[in-house]
């Protein structure tokens, strides 16, 4: 039996990968990532010639047997992701969960991920969180919502850039203007950027100034709700 290995990669500065990471993508049979060209570009700098192959959303289903039968065959096999964790948000599950079934030795890789540093520097609670990930684009997104309104732990999304103020316009219909948020862009890249306020002041920011880079957007619970000095 070989080991599946999810591989976190970083979510921008290229030296926020682990010297075990590199090891064991230089080490396995074979790279799935979820695009190629962008995973080439890490693969280069660290000068990694292991093959690679597309592992995405649109194909994981069509080629699950025969990587589930690689790795039965003795394969050891990475996944990464664009960027950050592979599962979180990104493709990774429905192939753990294959390999796991048929008793298959997984192994994550502790890394870079976007919503701890998020998290940790928006000034809110971090003792109790939910992560939300991306909201449904359309079918059933109020619903979502509406489900967290009474949600005490600090709450964690993601978002891009031409949905962040519709999301925002929702939290303050749902949450009310006054509920304490952060919003963090391009983490560890130049444009590194946080800025905490409310809701209301979060969203009138973000209506004068374009959306730009990917967004975590980390709320305070609903007894959370002390205010926090806006950036």
């Given at each position: 039996?070989?080991?599946?290995?999810?591989?976190?990669?970083?979510?921008?500065?290229?030296?926020?990968?682990?010297?075990?990471?590199?090891?064991?993508?230089?080490?396995?049979?074979?790279i799935l990532a979820e695009d190629t060209r962008t995973s080439g570009k890490l693969l280069k700098h660290y000068q990694i010639k292991t093959p690679m192959q597309s592992h995405h959303m649109h194909n994981e289903h069509k080629i699950?047997?025969?990587?589930?039968?690689?790795?039965?065959?003795?394969?050891?096999?990475?996944?990464?992701?664009?960027?950050?964790?592979?599962?979180?948000?990104?493709?990774?599950?429905?192939?753990?969960?294959?390999?796991?079934?048929?008793?298959?030795?997984?192994?994550?890789?502790?890394?870079?991920?976007?919503?701890?540093?998020?998290?940790?520097?928006?000034?809110?609670?971090?003792?109790?969180?939910?992560?939300?990930?991306?909201?449904?684009?359309?079918?059933?997104?109020?619903?979502?919502?509406?489900?967290?309104?009474?949600?005490?732990?600090?709450?964690?999304?993601?978002?891009?850039?031409?949905?962040?103020?519709?999301?925002?316009?929702?939290?303050?219909?749902?949450?009310?203007?006054?509920?304490?948020?952060s919003i963090s862009r391009e983490l560890s890249k130049l444009h590194e950027e946080t800025l905490r306020g409310s809701c209301q002041e979060l969203l009138q920011h973000f209506q004068e100034h374009n959306p730009k880079g990917e967004?975590?957007?980390?709320?305070?619970?609903?007894?959370?709700?002390?205010?926090?000095?806006?950036?």
């Amino acid at each position: 039996m070989g080991t599946l290995y999810l591989v976190p990669t970083p979510i921008g500065h290229l030296k926020d990968i682990t010297f075990r990471a590199v090891e064991v993508l230089n080490q396995v049979d074979l790279i799935l990532a979820e695009d190629t060209r962008t995973s080439g570009k890490l693969l280069k700098h660290y000068q990694i010639k292991t093959p690679m192959q597309s592992h995405h959303m649109h194909n994981e289903h069509k080629i699950m047997d025969r990587l589930i039968a690689r790795l039965a065959s003795g394969d050891d096999i990475a996944v990464i992701s664009d960027a950050g964790t592979p599962a979180i948000s990104d493709p990774g599950f429905l192939l753990t969960r294959a390999a796991v079934a048929a008793s298959i030795r997984v192994e994550c890789l502790p890394g870079a991920t976007a919503f701890v540093p998020a998290l940790v520097n928006s000034g809110l609670p971090s003792d109790r969180f939910i992560f939300e990930g991306f909201l449904p684009v359309k079918k059933g997104r109020q619903t979502r919502i509406q489900s967290l309104i009474e949600e005490e732990r600090t709450m964690i999304f993601y978002e891009s850039p031409h949905k962040l103020i519709k999301t925002l316009e929702q939290f303050v219909l749902h949450f009310g203007p006054d509920r304490p948020a952060s919003i963090s862009r391009e983490l560890s890249k130049l444009h590194e950027e946080t800025l905490r306020g409310s809701c209301q002041e979060l969203l009138q920011h973000f209506q004068e100034h374009n959306p730009k880079g990917e967004f975590v957007i980390v709320v305070a619970g609903a007894t959370g709700r002390k205010n926090i000095a806006s950036a």
